[in-house]
Structure formats: structure tokens, C-alpha cells
């Protein structure tokens, strides 16, 4: 099995461990070999294109995955393995890593975006972040607290779509359709483009660190309470611990703003979906090893453990051996329950189609338009006049 997350692999080999505790007719050796992002994702393509060299099992990041779904698909139709867990799993996270009503990889998580704040700071200067339901509230809370802190509420990304894909998920529009053609001048595009451009005239907001806040100078510049407030995947979580874990006790979770009231409050991002190679001389046995590992009880309760992400198994989520389990380190550090919050906007997670386009459509946000329009001031028609040219000769 190839991946490019060491704890990725480690979660893998304790669910082989169990595995073959629980099967005793049907034992399993596997290799576990961890390689870098881009150079695991190039050697897979390669194995694809020349039919050999491929390994049974391997982790396929959902912006490459678009890539092995042209022409004849190399990997093994899952639906068989899934169904026995099916009726648990958010469907949209298998329909991601699918073609034509067929799995051919399984999911990690779920990746719900929702809001973090820095509740602490917030009340000293008078916020409850709870009463924050539209981003229009959002934009004056950041007024409040300029006003009180003489700092921003939050910052804003020049190196990443996340803002983009809630806010299409929030007016329930995609960039891409069915047929994989992509159009970026969207209703929800310039909302949320125009709302960023406002707070940084504002005051009440900064340009991310490098880019975008998932990174270290992102993660110091949380610690040191430069902004407060900021919308992420519940994936996040784990970079608190990792990163931050002096600011215990500060941060809770909660849905995201809205731009009108009763709009849908998340979007899943980001994700890995696991496939069988067409090239595994043991198709069905590691078929059947991955689903299990992937989207059972006993499996997901140890991603929620071991990673920290929001399962795609949802019976987890109501689960009280789970959610009030007070020595789980991710319940443990936040001020409020991530499952309270998962489970309000259970119904409400919007999915963006990812499909070949998209890592295009992404340099063109990230390299052009968000930096000539939020770090440069430039104008954002013209901005996207530009991007969709670029787009549509790449299509």
C-alpha cells in the first residue's frame, strides 16, 4: 500500500492488526510505504499508464483523483464492499470518489467546514461568537473587536479557494457541471470576493500569512492571537494540537455565517479516497480489508481517535461513548463539543464537484485573481474576465 500521510499509514496498519485478530480464514500482509506528495502521485500515474508497478492499495488525494478518472478507470468498483456500511456514510463523500453511480475509492472524512473562535479573546472584548449567524454579523462583530482590540477578526486567503467553496455551497453553485466545463463568474464567487475586499478596506481583517492559515506562519499567526476567527475543515482540529496546544481551552467550533439566513452552513473540503489497483493480484481481499477499515464502526471510531477527523460513518456522531468521552484530546481541547456542532449542520454539507478542471481553476484563483484583487486592489470583473479566459483555452 502506497500513501503520502505517515499517520495515514499508521491507522492502517492498527486496523490490520484487528483485522487479523477478527479473521483467522483470511490473513493479511501488507507493505506500508510512505512517499512524498507529489512524487506518490506521480509514480501511481506512471504504474497506471504502463500497467505495471501499481500497488494493491493506495491514497489518492481527492485534487488527483480527477486525474486517473479519464478513459478506462484502473481501479476496482467498490459499490459491493461499501454497500454493507452504506447506509451510515454521508453519501456525498462516496460519491466524490465515483463515475456513473460506481465507488472506485473510499473516503477518510467527511471534511465539514465550520468556524473556528478564539471564544477567549472574543469575550474579553465583548463578542459571543454565538450570536454570529450571517456574515454581515460577522463583519460587524470584526468592527467591535477593531474597535476594542485595535486587531483584526480574521484574515483572508490569497493561496486557497476554502472561502470560494463555502460560499458556492452557501447559494448552492459549483464551478464545474456534470460534463467537467468550469465558469468562475458565479453569484457566490463575487459575494464572498467583494465581502473579503470590504473588511480589508475595513481594517478588520489581514491577508493570510503566506497564503493561507494551514501553515506554520498561518499557525503562529493564530497563536499569537493575531486574528480570531476563521473558517476551516473539522480536519483542522488536529493542527490546534499539533501546532497550538498552549491555546487549550480558548477555541470553539461552531457553524459557519451565512450570507442570507437559512442558507446551508458547510462544505466538505479536501479528502483522500482509498482505491483498489485493476493491477492487485488480491482485488477482492484488499477490497474488502479497505472498506471495512475505512467505513466501519471500529474504523472510524479510531479515525476520530487517531486523526481527529469527522467521520463519514455518522453513527459515530451520535454515538455518547464518543461525544462525551471528556478524555478524547479533541473534546478535551476545544471549549464546546465538535460533535454539537457536526451535528447541527449534519444536513447542511454542501459537496463541490471535483473534476480535471479544478486544480486549473485553483492556480487561477490562487496565482492571479485573489492576489490582484485582495492584495493588490485590483477589479474583480476584470479579474475574472482574465481567469475564464485562461480557463476556457485550458478546456
Known amino acids: 500500500m502506497w500513501t503520502f500521510v505517515d499517520l495515514h499509514a499508521q491507522f492502517y496498519a492498527s486496523m490490520l492488526e484487528q483485522w487479523n485478530r477478527e479473521h483467522p480464514d483470511k490473513q493479511l500482509q501488507i507493505t506500508f510505504t510512505n512517499y512524498p506528495y507529489t512524487e506518490m502521485h506521480n509514480?501511481?500515474?506512471?504504474?497506471?499508464?504502463?500497467?505495471?508497478g501499481a500497488p494493491d492499495l493506495c491514497d489518492i488525494e481527492i485534487g488527483q483523483y480527477p486525474n486517473f478518472m479519464k478513459g478506462q478507470i484502473p481501479f476496482v468498483e467498490l459499490n459491493t464492499y461499501v454497500a454493507p456500511f452504506e447506509k451510515d456514510i454521508v453519501k456525498a463523500r462516496l460519491d466524490i470518489y465515483g463515475k456513473n453511480g460506481k465507488y472506485y475509492g473510499v473516503p477518510t472524512h467527511v471534511g465539514a467546514t465550520v468556524m473556528f473562535y478564539n471564544a477567549e479573546l472574543l469575550e474579553a472584548a465583548g463578542i459571543d461568537y454565538k450570536t454570529i449567524v450571517t456574515w454581515d454579523d460577522f463583519a460587524a462583530a470584526g468592527k467591535k473587536y477593531l474597535a476594542a482590540t485595535g486587531k483584526k477578526i480574521t484574515s483572508v486567503d490569497t493561496g486557497g479557494t476554502d472561502w470560494l467553496w463555502l460560499a458556492m455551497a452557501e447559494y448552492g453553485e459549483d464551478y464545474t457541471n456534470d460534463a467537467g466545463r468550469a465558469n468562475?463568474?458565479?453569484?457566490?464567487?463575487?459575494?464572498?470576493?467583494?465581502?473579503?475586499?470590504?473588511?480589508?478596506?475595513?481594517g478588520i481583517a489581514m491577508l493570510s500569512p503566506g497564503g493561507h492559515v494551514d501553515m506554520e506562519t498561518g499557525y503562529a499567526n493564530l497563536a499569537e492571537g493575531n486574528i480570531v476567527a476563521f473558517p476551516k475543515a473539522m480536519w483542522f482540529m488536529s493542527r490546534f494540537l499539533n501546532y497550538m496546544p498552549e491555546m487549550d481551552g480558548k477555541w470553539a467550533i461552531a457553524p459557519c455565517p451565512v450570507f442570507e439566513k437559512g442558507q446551508p452552513r458547510s462544505v466538505g473540503i479536501g479528502?483522500?479516497?482509498?482505491?483498489?489497483s485493476l493491477q492487485s493480484k488480491h482485488p477482492e481481499l484488499a477490497a474488502e480489508f479497505i472498506s471495512w477499515a475505512k467505513l466501519s464502526y471500529d474504523g472510524n471510531v479510531k479515525i476520530w481517535e487517531v486523526l481527529g477527523f469527522d467521520t463519514c460513518n455518522t453513527s459515530i456522531w451520535s454515538d455518547p461513548k464518543i461525544t462525551t468521552d471528556t478524555s478524547n484530546k479533541y473534546i478535551a481541547y476545544f471549549r464546546n463539543n465538535p460533535f454539537d456542532t457536526l451535528n447541527a449542520i449534519k444536513d447542511e454539507i454542501g459537496k463541490i464537484r471535483v473534476n480535471t478542471i479544478n486544480p486549473f481553476v485553483s492556480e487561477q484563483f490562487?496565482?492571479?485573481?485573489?492576489?490582484?484583487?485582495?492584495?493588490?486592489?485590483?477589479?474583480?470583473?476584470?479579474?475574472?474576465?482574465?481567469?475564464?479566459?485562461?480557463?476556457?483555452i485550458e478546456q
Do not use: F, H, P
Request: charged content about 20%.
Open 271 to 276: 479528502g483522500t479516497g482509498t482505491v483498489v
Open 184 to 202: 468562475i463568474k458565479l453569484n457566490s464567487i463575487r459575494k464572498m470576493i467583494n465581502a473579503q475586499s470590504q473588511w480589508l478596506k475595513d
Open 43 to 52: 509514480k501511481m500515474t506512471m504504474a497506471v499508464q504502463t500497467g505495471q
Open 366 to 392: 490562487n496565482t492571479n485573481i485573489l492576489v490582484d484583487v485582495l492584495q493588490d486592489g485590483g477589479d474583480l470583473e476584470t479579474a475574472l474576465d482574465a481567469g475564464q479566459a485562461e480557463i476556457d
